[in-house]
């Protein structure tokens, strides 16, 4: 597990070769965050960037000195006070979060959870430990090998500003399958595309793995060892772990062995998603275990009498779905492969040889009633994206909504829809991703209720329209 006293950087050269200048085609710079502050500073609040702008100077396993005015200010979302964090601190802003190494304990009685900092940070570096970025000072002993290290608790006022307290954090709602993703963007990529780490997230209808339950959290011996326990759904998707250490307060309880909700800072250690919880009040696993009651079907698709490359207007299922080209003509196809192994939905925008318009379209399932004796709902889908335009650059937008208030047959944006959070593709070097779980997204807050699925492409240039799409073995089951 983590050693987060040091994070050696390798050699000198290395170092060097991450300072260059990195090119990025249509960057789009971030706007300050809104604030509301006691700080009246024009120096500090005329120099406010934001996290992701800070951390897009960072290049992996690079060492960079912040030598401007720069200013970042967030919200304290992961504080030192019950021993899971050591000597650091995470904030967050708007676009994302970032571990400020301080030297000292005891941090949270001058940086309680809740309240805004801001940070000079001319005279800092930035660096990464196993591809989770860190804010700190430069530990030069061997100058051959510089590494970051903590800021010094003499220098703390130098650097960082106090602001109000009180504030909330909204949590971020994610999957399992999400996190998986994340953390491999940050370590076959570069960790500034990771826009959740050091942020407070929400697993929904998790679990610990059945050979991780009745065990504490951590290490109580002398060697007070970190412990990673694993995570799990209804559906068995693993990878994420709760981590906890052996200096916790609470290292020697025991988690509920339920399903339920984990609250906690996601981490990313080298390939692997870490949630680190702040107290025991933000693991909330109280209700039965995947398994405990037989899952009903609530709703199925597997597109099984679709057509290659025609309009979908039935699926062979006996479902009812409504295919609406909003804005544009464009419509979802029907995709199956050479051998007929795979069906599924399909959805682009592009036009050869010309600039294809705005496109916005919807794939709608019939109403789809749960029960109010359900336990736990979850919708699940798989979903890949070819992107013929620019890589990783420009991508359409593709995402699947719920509603209450759709009436099966009207424009769908004269409703009220809420995206729910589905684990996407985004493209890849190769241009086509593999499919992708969606995750167990949970539909708990429409137990009792009627709702519509609706998957939602929307292409606002001709670079975006490039991107394709494709989704299917669509699953609702309640436990």
């Given at each position: ?395 359409a937008s593709f995402q699947v909504l719920v509603s209450t208030d759709y009436n099966g ?71």
């Open positions: 597990m983590k050693n987060k006293s040091l994070i050696l950087i390798g050699s000198l050269l290395m170092v060097l070769f991450a300072t260059g200048i990195v090119v990025s085609c249509n960057k789009k710079f971030d706007e300050p965050p809104a604030i509301s502050t006691n700080v009246t500073d024009t120096s500090i609040l005329n120099n406010i960037i934001t996290i992701k702008a800070l951390k897009s100077r960072h290049t992996i396993s690079g060492l960079e000195q912040i030598t401007d005015n720069a200013v970042i200010t967030g919200i304290v979302g992961g504080s030192d006070e019950s021993g899971n964090l050591y000597k650091e601190i995470t904030i967050q802003d708007s676009t994302g979060g970032i571990t400020i190494l301080l030297d000292r304990s005891g941090l949270y009685t001058d940086y309680p959870l809740g309240r805004r900092i801001y940070v000079k940070c001319n005279g800092l570096y930035i660096s990464d430990y196993q591809h989770g970025i860190q804010l700190g000072s430069l530990n030069n002993t061997v100058p051959t090998n510089p590494a970051i290290t903590a800021i010094p608790s003499s220098l703390f006022d130098n650097y960082i500003v106090k602001g109000t307290l009180g504030n909330t954090i909204t949590p971020k709602i994610v999957t399992l399958d999400q996190l998986n993703t994340i953390a491999g963007i940050s370590a076959s990529k570069i960790p500034t595309q990771d826009t959740l780490q050091s942020t407070l997230v929400q697993l929904n209808n998790v679990e610990l793995a059945t050979t991780d339950t009745g065990l504490i959290y951590a290490d109580t011996s002398a060697a007070k060892k970190s412990v990673g326990r694993n995570i799990t759904d209804c559906i068995g998707t693993t990878g994420v772990v709760l981590y906890s250490s052996g200096y916790a307060t609470f290292a020697g309880f025991t988690p509920p062995s339920g399903k339920g909700s984990i609250l906690g800072i996601y981490t990313p250690y080298k390939t692997t998603a870490e949630i680190e919880v702040r107290d025991t009040s933000d693991v909330h696993l109280f209700g039965s275990r995947c398994g405990a009651s037989t899952p009903t079907t609530l709703f199925s698709e597997s597109f099984p009498g679709i057509t290659n490359k025609v309009p979908i207007t039935t699926t062979g299922s006996g479902n009812v779905w409504q295919n609406i080209a909003e804005i544009g003509t464009t419509s979802y196809m029907g995709y199956v492969n050479t051998s007929g192994s795979i069906k599924e939905a399909s959805i682009s925008g592009y036009v050869s040889g010309g600039n294809p318009p705005a496109v916005t379209s919807w794939l709608i399932t019939q109403g789809i009633t749960i029960p109010a004796s359900t336990n736990s709902p979850i919708l699940t889908f798989v979903s890949n994206d070819a992107c013929y335009g620019k890589k990783n650059q420009d991508v047959s009207s424009t769908p944006s004269k409703s009220t829809w809420t995206v729910l959070p589905a684990s996407i593709p985004s493209g890849d070097s190769t241009f086509l991703s593999k499919a992708q779980p969606s995750g167990s997204i949970d539909l708990s807050n429409y137990i009792g209720k009627t709702i519509f699925l609706g998957w939602r492409y929307t292409a606002t240039n001709s670079v975006q329209a490039g991107s394709k799409f494709e989704f299917g073995t669509v699953q609702v089951v309640g436990y």
